[in-house]
């Protein structure tokens, strides 16, 4: 046996398809075991077929009742919102002013953004989630904060720094060309350095002139394998203020379009107030939808419509934007979209919430095989899930009669406490205390 070979024991579940196009799209093992190799997934399947394989002397981890799954995937928050999480307002453009905008100022302090970099990448670690699509502020040094932390724990995490030229105080304002150029140079020092990945990041379309966006959309073709990053139609008053500062564009998303910024790893915060058309042109392109229910709950914003968008086949995920979102947990997060899909006329099984968090956030990342199931050669990203976590949780999936109705329990009851450890390239980068 070498060192590097690791096993971990009991129930496991990850899937290999869309649960609401497909009859056999989970891999469920009530006693399962996970073998980790070099950081990678070597093989996942039934204990009694696998530990047969495994080497003499093998030590197998047993999280025996407690469930195994791929990390959490989180497609859109924000870092430096972290201290202003729960903050009172009317709306969206109000709480950029009167929150957003002077928290973030806060970051041309180097120390400041590790500080926060630090608590934050711990507070996803604790909720079990592994990877995370992460806007930074308009500050370079808040990127560099944020990857070292990253790096420092060997997470895959993508990030960006904001691009905002226009429309915001001037401390936190860039320039077209500073922009492009403070962007470029971060791609280069950190795009594929370890599991670190970049996102082009215009904050959204009215903080950005045309020309910044121009410039944005030159990186994303200069730089095809990096990701795109911004917000879309979130809010109505947003989107009557874009159609006053586009006037040429037929939607919003189309002012993104119209700069070359549609295309395979654009990922597209909210996604509320679309047409026909525009969800069409998503699909099209492959860019991707951030379901954002718990900060669209909080700031008024609108319900997603979860039957439109799988009808025109767009790529979805779930996100929990903090700080708009307020709460860091998927479970939370799962909890308030099945009931925004309730008030939208629809439904969302317990295997769709879980399968968006995984590995449809993955599908929507392009990173499918790399991160987001249990494939062989993956990176073992997992985590442990207590179903026992709580009493009211310990009682009530005692009672579950089926995969189903653990999940959903998980997910309406669950938060951070059901997270019991969680691991980042087979290393365990948190365990949760007991008392």
Same mark, same amino acid.
């Given at each position: 046996?070498?060192?590097?070979?690791?096993?971990?024991? &009991?129930?496991?579940?990850?899937?290999?398809?869309?649960?609401?196009?497909?009859?056999?799209?989970?891999?469920?093992?009530?006693?399962?075991?996970?073998?980790?190799?070099?950081?990678?997934?070597?093989?996942?399947?039934?204990?009694?077929?696998?530990?047969?394989?495994?080497?003499? &002397?093998?030590?197998?981890?047993?999280?025996?009742?407690?469930?195994?799954?791929?990390?959490?995937?989180?497609?859109?928050?924000?870092?430096?919102?972290?201290?202003?999480?729960?903050?009172?307002? %009317?709306?969206?453009?109000?709480?950029?002013?009167?929150?957003?905008?002077?928290?973030?100022?806060?970051?041309?302090?180097?120390?400041?953004?590790?500080?926060?970099?630090?608590?934050?990448?711990?507070?996803?670690?604790?909720?079990?989630?592994?990877?995370?699509?992460?806007?930074?502020?308009?500050?370079?040094?808040?990127?560099?904060?944020?990857?070292?932390?990253?790096?420092?724990?060997?997470?895959?995490?993508?990030?960006?720094?904001?691009?905002?030229?226009?429309?915001?105080?001037?401390?936190?304002?860039?320039?077209?060309?500073?922009?492009?150029?403070?962007?470029?140079?971060?791609?280069?020092?950190?795009?594929?350095?370890?599991?670190?990945?970049?996102?082009?990041?215009?904050?959204?379309?009215?903080?950005?002139? %045309?020309?910044?966006?121009?410039?944005?959309? %030159?990186?994303?073709?200069?730089?095809?394998?990096? /990701?795109?990053?911004?917000?879309?139609?979130?809010?109505?008053?947003?989107?009557?203020?874009?159609?006053?500062?586009?006037?040429?564009?037929?939607?919003?998303?189309?002012?993104?379009?119209?700069?070359?910024?549609?295309?395979?790893?654009?990922?597209?915060?909210?996604?509320?107030?679309?047409?026909?058309?525009?969800?069409?042109?998503?699909?099209?392109?492959?860019?991707?939808?951030?379901?954002?229910?718990?900060?669209?709950?909080?700031?008024?914003?609108?319900? /997603?419509? /979860?039957?439109?968008?799988?009808?025109?086949?767009?790529?979805?995920?779930?996100?929990?934007?903090?700080?708009?979102?307020?709460? /860091?947990?998927?479970?939370?997060?799962?909890?308030?979209?099945?009931?925004?899909?309730?008030?939208?006329?629809?439904?969302?099984?317990?295997?769709?919430?879980?399968?968006?968090?995984?590995?449809?956030?993955?599908?929507?990342?392009?990173?499918?095989?790399?991160?987001?199931?249990?494939?062989?050669?993956?990176?073992?990203?997992?985590?442990?899930?207590?179903?026992?976590?709580?009493?009211?949780?310990?009682?009530?999936?005692?009672?579950?009669?089926?995969?189903?109705?653990?999940?959903?329990?998980?997910?309406?009851?669950?938060?951070?406490?059901?997270?019991?450890?969680?691991?980042?390239?087979?290393?365990?980068?948190?365990?949760?205390?007991?008392?």
């Amino acid at each position: 046996m070498t060192s590097n070979l690791q096993a971990y024991r &009991g129930s496991l579940l990850h899937f290999l398809a869309d649960p609401a196009f497909n009859d056999n799209a989970h891999d469920w093992h009530e006693d399962g075991l996970l073998i980790i190799e070099d950081g990678k997934v070597k093989a996942a399947g039934d204990y009694t077929a696998l530990h047969a394989t495994l080497p003499p &002397g093998a030590v197998v981890h047993d999280y025996s009742g407690k469930l195994l799954m791929p990390g959490f995937i989180d497609t859109h928050l924000h870092y430096p919102q972290t201290d202003m999480i729960a903050s009172p307002s %009317e709306g969206l453009l109000p709480w950029l002013e009167t929150y957003t905008f002077p928290s973030e100022r806060q970051f041309e302090d180097s120390g400041y953004a590790a500080n926060v970099a630090d608590f934050f990448l711990d507070e996803l670690l604790r909720c079990g989630t592994t990877t995370a699509m992460v806007y930074c502020t308009v500050h370079p040094q808040s990127v560099d904060a944020f990857f070292a932390a990253s790096e420092q724990r060997g997470l895959r995490m993508v990030a960006g720094k904001v691009m905002m030229d226009r429309n915001c105080p001037d401390f936190l304002r860039d320039t077209a060309e500073s922009s492009a150029r403070d962007t470029e140079a971060l791609i280069q020092r950190w795009h594929k350095r370890g599991r670190s990945l970049y996102a082009i990041t215009p904050r959204f379309a009215p903080t950005s002139t %045309e020309e910044q966006l121009r410039l944005a959309g %030159e990186l994303a073709r200069a730089y095809p394998d990096t /990701f795109i990053q911004t917000h879309v139609s979130e809010n109505e008053a947003e989107c009557a203020w874009v159609r006053e500062l586009f006037p040429k564009s037929r939607s919003y998303i189309d002012v993104y379009d119209s700069y070359g910024m549609m295309r395979p790893r654009a990922m597209y915060g909210h996604c509320i107030w679309l047409d026909e058309r525009d969800r069409q042109r998503m699909a099209e392109t492959q860019s991707a939808a951030a379901i954002c229910p718990t900060s669209n709950l909080f700031l008024g914003s609108g319900l /997603f419509d /979860f039957e439109r968008a799988d009808e025109a086949g767009v790529l979805l995920s779930l996100a929990t934007d903090v700080g708009g979102g307020t709460s /860091f947990s998927m479970l939370q997060t799962m909890n308030e979209a099945y009931k925004v899909a309730r008030l939208k006329g629809s439904y969302l099984p317990a295997l769709r919430m879980f399968y968006l968090a995984t590995l449809g956030a993955a599908r929507s990342m392009q990173l499918e095989g790399t991160i987001g199931n249990f494939a062989q050669g993956a990176e073992a990203d997992f985590i442990v899930i207590d179903p026992q976590a709580t009493p009211l949780l310990q009682r009530r999936t005692a009672r579950s009669g089926s995969l189903e109705e653990l999940l959903f329990a998980l997910a309406l009851l669950g938060d951070d406490r059901a997270i019991a450890a969680t691991y980042a390239a087979g290393q365990q980068v948190h365990v949760r205390e007991t008392t």
